[in-house]
């Protein structure tokens, strides 16, 4: 389980990558990942990245709807301890075994996909 320097860290790299783009894309790969939510993942499909930041171990990303609400992704990093980015689309065969959900951002000149 990763510490609160390295949450620190992981946090301030995804806001550097992230904040002011949106999501073009979500999916869930194990159901066991999401608790309660609302509304659902696909309501974050044009969301915008506005603020990444930590709340103890919980990374928490602050979004823009594409209706202008405020919406919160919350993420806990319990044991894997990481946010794997990468910047070219993942094949099937590719996604790690632990991967549990994906979100693909839309940039200026290529798709980021987290």
């Known amino acids: 389980m990763p510490e609160i320097p390295e949450v620190d860290a992981l946090t301030e790299a995804l806001s550097m990558r992230t904040v002011g783009h949106q999501i073009a894309r979500v999916a869930l790969a194990d159901l066991s990942a999401l608790k309660t939510f609302d509304p659902p993942l696909t309501g974050l499909r044009g969301a915008t990245v506005d603020d990444i ?37 993942l094949r099937a065969h590719e996604t790690p075994e632990h991967l549990v959900c994906r979100l693909l951002l839309e940039t200026k000149n290529t798709p980021n996909l987290l």
Request: no cysteine; glycine share 10%; proline share 5%.
């Open 53 to 89: 930041g930590r709340r103890g171990k919980f990374i928490i990303w602050s979004l823009v709807s594409a209706d202008g609400e405020p919406v919160y992704l919350v993420i806990h990093l319990s044991r894997a301890g990481w946010i794997p980015v990468s910047y070219t689309h």
